[in-house]
């Protein structure tokens, strides 16, 4: 246990070490914008993490809240929703970086570097922008009502739970296909999947960029979108169903998305490790000549790898339009969910439970960095820092010699006993 | 494969040559001559591309970040040459951008290859993390620096003028084609020029290629693998600098947030495509910058009813089917090499067993 | 005679394996003698002169050559001092020339470029004066491996070396190329140039060395002069014991036809056949060995019987089944076990643990699994009972297995593959690089498999090995297979002249054509 909990500790090392020279490092940026960098990360992550009234770091576990009686208490951060928690919005955002991050691991563990989850992304949510509106449509012609608003009750229960679930399912077919089309060239053809995924990815932007701009456009708005997905499509946030009553969820669209995203990780967590299929992709990944000297169908299970890997990031553009923007708006493209879930996929070292920690995080500097904008300092300082967290992290090797160097040098030497020589 | 090509390279070779002669004499005889030239601007960056992209992986190492160092190009470019309060195109000389811009290119290419060489990170994570910095770091600036949103544009920002070649200039027909461009653009093909001597005819270059096939080979007579893949990167990272620097002076004179939009990877592409060789490379790129070309051309033609979101793909679209085309001519050379290995070698088999057989001697 | 090299208390300990793989170690060498440097696969004689060489900087010790203390730290100083190596894995640059391979890295050049014309010229002379003839103009990916070991030796001729290395130089030669060298060498030496062998073939060293020293274990054992040691002695020193040369065991009792292969033709690299017309059959308890000089297309033919390698042209039987074209799995589903030549890379998967390293052949079957999801204590459990059977020292069920040793790692690879009980059994190098108990050990395993009726096929290019388990011994060269005898009636010299390509009933030379 102790043993464990060592391990744990040593495995959380690096990433908390990587994320502080991240943030020192980026604080040169901050300063040449004339700056206070500890100000403005406190800021940051009152605005990423905290509760309304979020000042410092302190701020972020205890914060002091007037009483009714013109008091002050103080009240564990976390927990104190008055007026919206931003933790709220960072699991709104996380939704779909965890998702977009499971895509990416499924396919890393598979030993396939694919980072097409930015086109999976943006066809699942252009699928379900178009399904939103038009399945319900049909449904109505075909039940002969023409007010939507005086359909039975009935009728509209029926719609709220399958139109939702056939919206997902072509999502994630679609994004399953988009991602299946560079796996048969890897296994197939021997195409390199990170290039042909780069490229997949600026055709789906293309082809998302025409559909909202001409067939799927709604109106005249000057920006271009598509219509408003019905209401029985909607995946109704919990601030305006089901924790209607509950201030913590006030300033988000956080809904269901992210039961399901949770979900999903478990589940990709069991087929991972605990599936024969995923055992074969893993090996296959892990080893391939091993793999195919096992006798393991390595080409299949690294096509059943991307269809899923696909399938995930579908689900989360499925969920962007569903639970959350209920259209997709010219730009939306272009927006890098996918990306940024290959980021974080890269960042928690495709452990799943990393993953979900991972997200938050990003999510947390993402909207942290986004509402410093009213000070001086733009958005992209939060990319600036990931940048480097992701440059820090990956230097665990380096890290790692330099400590052994440091170590060896203070210790004195001890003669080792020769066990089976050979070199290496 | 290599048996294959050796018995039919000469063939190969001229066969393809002689298609891509053709081709070109058609393109250059039924397309407009606006479009030609078009084509020969927008491959510029894909040229200069290409060639950082190439010179990398013959040293060995592919260069993901060449989208950043592109990026990074074409705002160091505009950020030189921006010079406000002076009066509209009088500030510095646009040249002086592309130096910078090349300047600045080598350096993000030598501290790209000493955190993958020396520290050694992950290549592609590394890659990827650079071009997000620079992606970042280039809107940052220009908030903080200039208080520019998205754009960076200024009436003193020059773009680089146009030379007019002497002599061919009045050839007609060659005079259009060839002649009329920015210094850039020449400065690409005689890249092309110098990439070759410096890859097939110099010693530095034997080693860069002695290093990208066996990079023990060159450890074991003593050549600095590391130096030269770090010379390799840096030289890279300047042609990927210039190509960035075209994107922002060559035609347009601003800087746009993200406006490399994806010719770093394409540039890869290109590069993978004509297997490494600067011409092929060259020839490549021009492709390319005419299938960029005529999805502008079609798009300014509303009576071609085509929308322009989807000729913005064609790039694209013709890059992965140009993968697959190699994919496809790899595996059709190795399934070709199988089945003559089979026949040429079971035939052999057979008379053996017959003479075997009866009764004769090997 | 001078010490052309002279290297003293030498120690080397890799941390990343914990091997200390030179123990104090002194190795002096006369000029112009030939001096072999023998010891088993690991024993450090590698290592030792990849720190004369620079490759390898040493913890502790000092080398003087031509008797001056000298600071190597990088082959580039090694070379200034003349000292030259030929590795066991040519370094060589495919699609360059041979002249442009020769002269790497010191082109002939002006301000830095090179004309193709000076450089042909140059390596022309140059193997003219020392008698090698090459092809200049030849690409190093067209040429046979026996001119590639040329082009190397002329590599550091060229850089003018006094104290050449070579690295188990004979390993990748065909007999009558292995007697060329022999040749070379013997003339280096004439010449006032010391030449260093490693190697592990003690008839090598009879035939063409002056003095010996044997390492074992990290350590110098001893050296002498050859002419006063025997192969006896000598391997006794190798391995600290008598060789175990026959192992115990009863006569075969063979039964039906398992394995049957007919007129094989396998493709090897470049486009030439590896394996070439080969038939045989191996029947259920009895033990084929398959005898030949590495590289004589061993390898290929055991991937195409197992499935990893394609084939062009011939039939594989397995029990009746046509398997030429089968997939491993189902060859694997028909009785086939495998034992790789390379247990590091193929027979395991070092980045996992023991569990799933064994299952990798069950997976899909109960208990293991049921409805594609696995079933872990059942897995666990057969790890612990491989571990147990098999003896595996050091291993934890669950444990990730790259900490274990070599004998260990290729004790669980022969416990997964026996554990389904096989039919045909193939095992390709079973024992390379492992200590003297682990192969007792295999040795052991194998001739009990045989007596409980499995069919085995085994490639190994020890002689002793395929002389003291096989029940017929077929001898492989340039892919084909030369004739099969019965063990019983062979001996060392009839399959020496088989392996050299030489056929029994004419004289060696003879063949030689071939």
Known sequence: ?424 | MIEFLNTHSRQVRIGLIIAGVLIILLLLISLPMTLLQSSIRLATPYVLGSLAALLASRAGVLNLAIEGKMLLGAFVAVVTVYQPGVLPGQGRDPILGVLVAALFGGGLGLIFAVLYLRIRINLVILALAVNLFVANATVFFMRVQFGAFGTLADPSIRSLSTLQLPIIHSVPFVGPLLSGYQILVYLSWVMVVLVWVLLFRTQFGRHIRAVGENREAAESVGINVTRVQIFALTLSGMLAGMAGAFLSLGVLSQFVENMVSGRGWTSITISLFAFEQPVGAFFTALFFGLAEALSFYLQSRPEVNLPPDLLLALPQIATITALVLVALRIRTAELMKRRTFAQQFGHELDKLRRGVLAGGQD | MPLAVDMRHIRKFFPSSSVLACDDVDFAVEQGEVHALVGENGAGKTTLMNILYGLVAPDAGQIFVHEKLSHIAHPNDAIKQGIGMVHQHFKLVPSFTIAQNILLGIEPNQAGFIDNNDEADIVRRLSESFGLPVNPNARVADISVGMQQRVEILKTLQRNAQILILDEPTAVLTPQEVRELYVVIRKLAADGRTVILITHKLLEVKEVADRVSIMRRGRMVATHSVADVSVRDMANLMVGREVILRVDKSPATPGDVVLKADNLLVAGAGGIPAVFGVSLEVRAGEILGIAGVSGNGQTELVEAITGLRPVEGGTINLLGQNITHASVRKRREIGMAHVPEDRMVVGLNLKTNLDENVVVTHYQDEPYSKRGILRLPPIRKLAQQIVDAFQVKSARVGEEIKTLSGGNLQKVVLGRELYGKPRLLVVNQPTRGLDVGSIEFVHKTLIEERDSGAAILLVSVELDEILSLSDRIAVMFGGRIMDVLDAEAANEQDIGVLMAGGSLETEPAAAEKV
């Open chain 1, 1 to 424: 246990m102790v043993k464990r909990l060592r391990q744990t500790l040593k495995s959380l090392s690096i990433p908390v070490l990587a994320v502080i020279l991240g943030l020192i490092v980026s604080s040169f940026f901050v300063l040449m914008a004339g700056t206070d960098p500890v100000q403005t990360y406190q800021r940051m992550f009152c605005e990423g993490f905290g509760s309304k009234g979020c000042q410092t770091f302190g701020d972020l576990l205890i914060v002091q809240v007037g009483t009714d009686d013109g008091g002050v208490s103080s009240v564990f951060a976390p927990f104190y929703g008055a007026g919206g928690h931003r933790m709220a919005v960072v699991l709104e955002r996380a939704t779909l970086l965890i998702l977009t991050a499971l895509s990416a691991t499924v396919a890393f563990k598979a030993g396939l570097f694919s980072i097409g989850m930015d086109g999976q992304f943006v066809l699942g949510a252009i699928t379900v922008a178009f399904l939103g509106y038009w399945l319900p449509s049909q449904v109505y012609m075909l039940a002969g009502v023409s007010d939507p608003g005086a359909a039975p009750q009935a009728l509209l229960s029926v719609m709220h739970v399958l139109i939702p679930l056939v919206c997902i399912g072509l999502a994630m077919a679609v994004g399953a296909v988009y991602s299946w089309i560079a796996g048969y060239l890897k296994v197939k053809l021997n195409v390199n999947e990170l290039i042909s995924t780069i490229i997949l990815n600026a055709i789906a932007v293309q082809i998302v960029n025409y559909l909202v701009r001409y067939p799927l456009r709604s109106d005249f708005n000057s920006t271009a979108r598509t219509q408003r997905i019905d209401d029985t499509a909607w995946l109704i946030p919990f601030n305006r169903g089901l924790f209607q009553d509950v201030e913590w969820f006030s300033g988000a669209r956080l809904g269901i998305g992210i039961i399901i995203a949770i979900l999903a990780a478990v589940l990709i967590w069991f087929f991972l490790w605990r599936s024969t299929a995923g055992y074969e992709q893993r090996m296959a990944g892990g080893s391939r000549r091993f793999a195919r000297f096992g006798g393991i169908p390595s080409e299949r299970a690294a096509l059943r790898a991307m269809l899923l890997s696909g399938a995930l990031s579908g689900l989360a553009g499925a969920l962007a339009i569903l639970g959350i923007e209920r259209r997709v708006i010219d730009g939306y493209a272009t927006s890098g969910f996918g990306f940024d879930g290959v980021l974080v996929a890269i960042l928690a070292r495709e452990s799943i439970p990393g993953i979900i920690l991972v997200a938050m995080f990003f999510a947390g500097l993402q909207q942290g960095a986004t509402n410093l904008q009213f000070g001086d300092l733009p958005r992209q300082l939060g990319g600036i820092i990931i940048a480097f967290i992701i440059l820090f992290s990956s230097m665990e090797n380096f890290f790692r010699d330099l400590i052994t160097r440091i170590q060896t040098r203070l210790r004195p030497r001890r003669t080792p006993y020769p066990t089976e020589a050979g070199a290496p």
